[in-house]
C-alpha cells in the first residue's frame, strides 16, 4: 500500500467474512460509504483474495478512491475504500428544488439524483423552468391525477336507450366529429413531452394526466359511435382546421375556418338532437337551442379566461376565435 495515501484511522470498518464481491458485498460497502463525507475512508476486512481484482475495479465505476490493501490477521486482507466526489454530505436533505436551467447531461436522472461526469447531452429543447414549470405544477399534476374517471366504469353504457334511426345516425355523427377533434388533442400536445427536461418532470407527468384524459374521451366518444352504427363522415373543413393545429396555433384555425365558410362541426346533427325528433317545429326549436349553446360556451370560456388573468377584451378575442372551432 502507498503509504502517503494511506490514513492512519479509518471512519468506518467493515468485517465482510469470506463474501465474494458477487454475493451481497456490496450491501455492506454501500451504506458504510452513504455515511461518509467525499474523501471519508472505509476499511474493509475480507478473507476473499478475488477482491483484491473486483474491489479496484469496482470503486472506479463508481468513482470511489481505492487506497489498497494489506494483511490485515491470517488470510485476510485489510482494503480501504475513500468515498467519490458525487453526492454531498451524509444525511444532508434532498435538493429537490427545480433548477432554472436544466442541464442536458443529466438525461433522464430523476431531480436530485448525483449524476456521474461525462455523460452525452439529451436533446431536450424546454429548459428554462420560468418558461416551463409553473411554481404550481406539482399541485396541479397530483389534482389532476386523483381526478381521473373510467370509460368502462363511469359510464352506464347499459342504460343508454334505444333512439330513433335518424337521431341515431346523428349521434354517430356527433360523436364521430368529436373523436376527430380529441385525437388532435391527443396528438397535438404530445409533441411537448419529449422536449420537457426531466428536471421539470412535474410538467410532463401533468401533460401525460392530459393526454390520457383526451385518450378516454376518443375512446368514450368513438364507444357511442360504434353504438349508433356509423362514425359519421370525417369533413374536409374540418380536416383542414385541425391540420392548422398542427403548423400554429387557433389564430389560424379560426382563419381557416372563415376561409372555408362553416362551422366544422356537424350541425344539422346538433341540431336534430336537439330537436328530439324531424318535426320542423321541434327542428327549430333544436336551431334555437343550439344557438343558446355556442352563446352558453363562448361566456363560459370567458369566464375561464378571465380567471386565468386575461383582461376582458383579450378574453373576448381569444373565446371569439374558439367558438367557430366548436371546441
Do not use: K
Request: aromatic content about 6%.
Amino acid at each position: 500500500m502507498d503509504g502517503d495515501r494511506r490514513p492512519l484511522v479509518a471512519a468506518a470498518a467493515i468485517d465482510a467474512g469470506s463474501l465474494p464481491f458477487g454475493s451481497g458485498l456490496l450491501a455492506l460497502v454501500r451504506p458504510a460509504l452513504a455515511r461518509l463525507p467525499a474523501g471519508g475512508v472505509v476499511a474493509l476486512i475480507s478473507g476473499s483474495a478475488a477482491l483484491r481484482e473486483d474491489l479496484p475495479r469496482w470503486c472506479r465505476i463508481e468513482h470511489h478512491d481505492y487506497l489498497g490493501c494489506d494483511p490485515a490477521d491470517g488470510a485476510r486482507d485489510r482494503h480501504l475504500v475513500a468515498r467519490g466526489p458525487l453526492g454531498g454530505e451524509s444525511g444532508a436533505a434532498l435538493d429537490d428544488a427545480m433548477p432554472a436551467l436544466g442541464d442536458p447531461r443529466s438525461g433522464f436522472a430523476p431531480r436530485g439524483a448525483r449524476v456521474e461526469p461525462g455523460a452525452p447531452a439529451y436533446p431536450f429543447t424546454l429548459l428554462d423552468r420560468e418558461h416551463v414549470a409553473p411554481p404550481e405544477i406539482a399541485d396541479l399534476y397530483r389534482q389532476a391525477a386523483g381526478a381521473s374517471w373510467s370509460v368502462e366504469q363511469d359510464i352506464p353504457w347499459q342504460r343508454i336507450p334505444p333512439l330513433p334511426d335518424a337521431l341515431e345516425q346523428a349521434v354517430g355523427q356527433v360523436m364521430g366529429f368529436l373523436a376527430q377533434n380529441e385525437l388532435s388533442a391527443l396528438y397535438v400536445p404530445a409533441r411537448f413531452l419529449p422536449r420537457v427536461h426531466p428536471a421539470y418532470a412535474e410538467v410532463a407527468m401533468f401533460l401525460a394526466t392530459q393526454l390520457a384524459d383526451e385518450a378516454r374521451h376518443v375512446d368514450a366518444f368513438v364507444r357511442r359511435a360504434r353504438r349508433a352504427g356509423t362514425l359519421g363522415v370525417a369533413t374536409v373543413t374540418t380536416a383542414h382546421s385541425l391540420l392548422t393545429l398542427l403548423e400554429a396555433a387557433v389564430r389560424r384555425r379560426a382563419a381557416t375556418l372563415a376561409g372555408t365558410g362553416g362551422v366544422p362541426a356537424p350541425v344539422q346533427d346538433l341540431v336534430l338532437l336537439a330537436a328530439g325528433s324531424t318535426d320542423p317545429a321541434a327542428l327549430e326549436r333544436g336551431a334555437d337551442a343550439f344557438r343558446t349553446l355556442l352563446e352558453t360556451m363562448h361566456e363560459a370560456r370567458i369566464r375561464r379566461l378571465r380567471s386565468a388573468g386575461f383582461a376582458a377584451d383579450q378574453a373576448a378575442r381569444l373565446s371569439e376565435l374558439h367558438t367557430p372551432n366548436f371546441m
